[in-house]
């Protein structure tokens, strides 16, 4: 079977790998890439663990193959810091114990940060809507929420 030649963008640089067809978009930036942050939880697209932005769009890097990289700006949880000036949404989530094991924390931060983006007023129910496809086994959800809200309402307060 012959390699893919894909060129990208991931998290503002530009990138270039080979990849098998049927190698999932998660794999390749784990696997090519070093990029770590992006879990896999359950390799069908149930969990988010995985999540990431493909042209600003959220999606489960498990479910998206790499070669569909191909000419797209894909974003991670490795972009979300600006150097190492941690993101308002990970400063939240550290200073609100919104996270126990790490697992999904990645995948979450990615779609609250989307979340945001789209909305920068959301409601308690709206949160809560577009974090359901993240699933979380340690936290309630309740600081999750909480670090959410707590957050679009500083960045707000900032803009």
């Known amino acids: 079977m012959s390699k893919i030649h894909v060129t990208t963008t991931v998290n ?3 990138q270039e790998f080979l990849c098998e067809a049927d190698e999932t978009l998660l794999d390749v930036l784990r696997d090519r890439l070093g990029l770590t942050g992006a879990k896999e939880g359950c390799g069908t697209g149930d969990c988010g663990a995985c999540s990431v932005t ?19 700006e894909v974003e991670t949880i490795e972009g979300m810091a600006d150097g190492e000036k941690l993101h308002p949404l990970q400063r939240r989530f550290i200073d609100m114990a919104a996270l126990q094991c790490g697992i999904c924390t990645p995948g979450i931060l990615v779609a609250a940060k989307s979340l945001l983006e789209r909305n920068p007023d959301p409601t308690e129910e709206e949160v809560r809507y577009w974090l359901a496809g993240n699933l ?5 959800y309740d600081k999750i929420i909480r670090a959410v809200l707590e957050t679009a309402a500083e960045m707000r307060e900032a803009s």
């Open 54 to 72: 493909v042209d600003g769009r959220l999606v489960c890097s498990c479910l998206m193959l790499g070669a569909e990289a191909e000419g797209r």
């Open 12 to 14: 503002g640089d530009a």
């Open 136 to 140: 979380c086994r340690c936290t309630g």
